[in-house]
Nanobody, 122 residues
């Protein structure tokens, strides 16, 4: 089992940056592919980024390519999402999730954190 706790959300002006962190507990963290998803009010949860076990392979949604970077530190059981050039439309609750295979589908992820709110002012 893996327990996930996100942090780092907050209020930022458009064009600003935030780094989200996801702390994982459980000895098997390094065997899970990790992903970030987000959900804005009235919208479905959507894929943002994912990273392989080794960290060598990453995938991004088109709307964040070039602005967001996912990374992980298996020694610290941490996953990060660096978000630059934030836009008002990036505002959402961001969730960290763990899966046994790398995927952009939320259905493939077995474990989820509680989410962290990101608000972007224009």
């Amino acid at each position: 089992q893996v327990q996930l706790v996100e942090s780092g959300g907050g209020l930022v002006q458009a064009g600003g940056s935030l780094r989200l962190s996801c702390a994982a507990s459980g000895r098997t963290f390094s065997s899970y592919r990790m992903g970030w998803f987000r959900q804005a009010p009235g919208k479905e949860r959507e894929f943002v980024a994912s990273i392989s076990v080794s960290g060598m392979t990453t995938y991004y949604a088109d709307f964040v390519k070039g602005r967001f970077t996912i990374s992980r530190d298996n020694a610290k059981n941490m996953v990060y999402l660096r978000m630059n050039s934030l836009k008002p439309e990036d505002a959402a609750v961001y969730y960290c999730a763990a899966a046994t295979k790398i995927s952009s589908s939320a259905n493939e992820y077995e474990y989820w954190g509680q989410g962290t709110q990101v608000t972007v002012s224009s």
